[in-house]
């Protein structure tokens, strides 16, 4: 490594993963094909069961910038990024699960955003969402603009962990993501709250990263994401100083739009009878939504938005 690449700030790159042989080459070379250098790459394997260690202790053996540790989470994803976190040793964090894959100039132009800012602390750039067995792009996921704590609180959240490079003595100074089992999905969502009330958060609108879609099970992922998200906002809506009127229609209607985002996913699969039951908890808890009645007609119709 030259001394101009250990010029510049080291990232430690957080990599969960668990039985994604068939993805994480893509992932792994994404990262070390950076055009920004100074990384490190931490794997942190939940004891895969097929080819996945032996995969990336191939990659190791070439290249000293990898380490590879394994965790048993029980299935909290964010205890395999705490993991991480805690072994880092760069200034920046910046997260990829082991299914999505950056551009090769990802980090070149988001440091460079964090050199030309030095009161920034957190950076998320747009990616694309692509399909999980072929990579075909489904659409662009372009994220923000909610910068502020009572914005993404009450207007939800428009941060993705695989386009974020932060500050990690933030991370820190928040205190790591939650290891919480009821807000398992939803724990990165948690973090960015945390963090919102501490940091400068600049959204880069540049696509550099491909965020994978797969097609589980739209019923079992749906309703306990919904749930979590709603244990994130309601943890969050306790600790509001100021229980007025308004903060109550803020509250219901912030409720209502997770209502909304579930029913709407459940019309996408053509599941009609959990999206209109979604629909109507959303309907109850934020009537004059105009967003909400469009998708009420939707339903109704069974046509798919």
Request: glycine letters at 4%.
């Amino acid at each position: 490594m030259t001394e101009d690449i250990k010029s510049k700030p080291l990232v430690s790159v957080v990599m969960p993963t668990y039985n994604h042989e068939r993805f994480i080459v893509e992932a792994i070379e994404s990262v070390l094909n950076q055009t920004y250098k100074n990384i490190e790459l931490i794997i942190i394997d939940k004891y895969s069961e097929d080819n996945t260690e032996v995969i990336v202790r191939s990659y190791a053996t070439v290249d000293s910038r990898i380490r590879y540790q394994k965790v048993r989470n029980n299935g909290v994803i964010a205890a395999s990024r705490n993991a991480a976190i805690k072994l880092a040793e760069g200034d920046y964090l910046a997260f990829i699960d082991s299914d999505d894959s950056w551009l090769s100039d990802k980090l070149e132009r988001v440091m460079r955003i964090f050199d030309e800012n030095r009161d920034v602390d957190l950076v998320c750039h747009d990616e694309y969402h692509v399909s999980g067995h072929d990579n075909h792009v489904i659409k662009t996921g372009r994220y923000g603009p909610y910068k502020r704590y009572k914005d993404l609180l009450f207007k939800g959240n428009s941060i993705s962990t695989s386009a974020v490079v932060v500050r990690r003595d933030k991370v820190l100074e928040a205190g790591l993501f939650s290891e919480k089992e009821d807000f398992i999905t939803a724990e990165d969502y948690e973090l960015w709250l945390r963090l919102s009330e501490i940091s400068r958060i600049i959204y880069l609108h540049e696509v550099l990263g491909n965020y994978r879609i797969h097609t589980a099970s739209v019923s079992a992922n749906t309703e306990r994401h919904t749930a979590n998200i709603l244990n994130v906002v309601n943890y969050h809506f306790k600790q509001w100083p100021k229980k007025t009127l308004y903060y109550n229609y803020l509250m219901n209607k912030r409720r209502g739009a997770v209502m909304r985002m579930a029913g709407r996913a459940y019309l996408k699969a053509g599941e009609y009878k959990s999206a209109r039951s979604y629909l109507s908890r959303a309907f109850a808890l934020d009537p004059f939504s105009i967003k909400t009645w469009i998708v009420i007609g939707a339903s109704v119709a069974k046509v798919k938005i």
